[in-house]
């Protein structure tokens, strides 16, 4: 006899759940906020929103189905199973947060505050999880498999993140390095870091990058397989170029970086305390990852 489907939802602390662990008690926390022209009322309503979404997300699911929940500082020693169907409920960065873990569960996005986020990896409303849990399970849902960017060092170190991957410093310093494009052609470059993001990532960090410079590149789609790539603030010096600081790189192209620092960082959608440290010497390909998160659509995409 097979299982029955595994629903785990996905959460992270509130605002309010922090200020309580950081001051103790509420008239605390309220003292704090006042400090900083806010209310302790608007925080506990962001909270009691949440708290409902959790609420109503755990009633859809089927009674004989398990269950499950983890918090997203627990994320790194939950296991997965893989019939195992992903609830995320909360902020569009935890969808991203939570795609590294996984290995083709699906996953469906929950807002908790309709209309504050903007909802591109949580569109759905918490009433809708009943009827996506169903559809997911029987395979008649819309599945929309993102594309994923992956890191890889020469001592067997490797990364996956959903938006974009860094290379660089971990302070303000400038990052060293020899950069290897997929057409052969390498440059020496001193810069703030590199930058290398999926179609979803293109709408952040890359984005920021591309508008800044004015960029012709036309950016990935979230579905695409191609990846983006900048270089931030490259410096040019009579040992440093900055004539490669951005590209696409196609589905089996990758970005090779040569570390000519002491020590570079590489990490995953801003979370910088789940880094990869290269150093002088070790070289890191960067390319797009042979696993894809399979997002959940809403029904009128299809």
Same mark, same amino acid.
């Given at each position: 006899?097979?299982? @029955? %489907? ?9 605002? =309010? ?15 704090? +906020?006042?400090?900083? #022209? ?16 959790? @609420? ?15 918090? #997203? ?16 409920? !909360? ?20 807002? /908790? ?7 591109? =990896?949580? /569109? ?42 860094? =290379?660089?410093? /971990? ?7 020899? +950069? ?20 979803? !990532? ?19 789609? /979230? ?10 603030? %490259? ?28 020590? +570079? ?15 002088? !010497? ?8 042979? #696993? ?5 659509? %809403?029904?009128?995409?299809?």
């Amino acid at each position: 006899m097979s299982l @029955a %489907p595994r629903a785990v939802i996905v959460t992270r602390r509130t605002e =309010l759940e922090e200020l309580l662990a950081r001051h103790g008690t509420p008239q605390a926390a309220e003292f704090f +906020l006042r400090a900083r #022209r806010r209310t302790l009322e608007q925080v506990e309503s962001r909270h009691a929103a949440q708290v409902a979404a959790v @609420a109503t997300v755990a009633t859809a699911i089927p009674v004989e189905w398990r269950r499950g929940q983890v918090d #997203r500082s627990d994320l790194d020693r939950f296991l997965f199973s893989p019939e195992d169907i992903v609830v995320v409920v !909360g902020q569009d960065g935890l969808v991203a947060n939570v795609a590294k873990y996984l290995d083709g569960q699906p996953v469906i996005g929950v807002d /908790p505050e309709p209309g504050r986020n903007p909802g591109v =990896l949580v /569109p759905h409303h918490p009433g809708e999880v009943g009827a996506l849990l169903t559809a997911t399970a029987d395979g008649s849902a819309l599945v929309e498999r993102r594309t994923m960017v992956e890191a890889h060092s020469d001592d067997g170190q490797s990364l996956v993140a959903l938006n974009e991957i860094y =290379l660089g410093q /971990p302070s303000h310093q400038s990052a060293r390095y020899l +950069l290897e494009l997929a057409d052969g052609s390498d440059e020496h470059q001193s810069s703030s870091g590199v930058l290398v993001g999926t179609g979803t !990532g293109a709408t952040g960090w890359c984005r920021s990058c591309c508008e800044e410079r004015h960029s012709a590149i036309k950016l990935p789609s /979230p579905t695409d397989e191609s990846l983006c790539w900048f270089v931030r603030e %490259p410096w040019p010096s009579p040992v440093t170029g900055t004539s490669r600081s951005e590209g696409i790189l196609e589905v089996d192209e990758q970005l090779k970086v040569t570390v000519e620092s002491d020590r +570079l960082v590489v990490f995953g959608d801003g979370i910088e305390a789940d880094a990869l440290t290269v150093a002088w !010497g070790q070289q890191v390909s960067i390319g797009r990852s042979s #696993r894809t998160l399979r997002a959940i659509a %809403p029904p009128q995409s299809q």
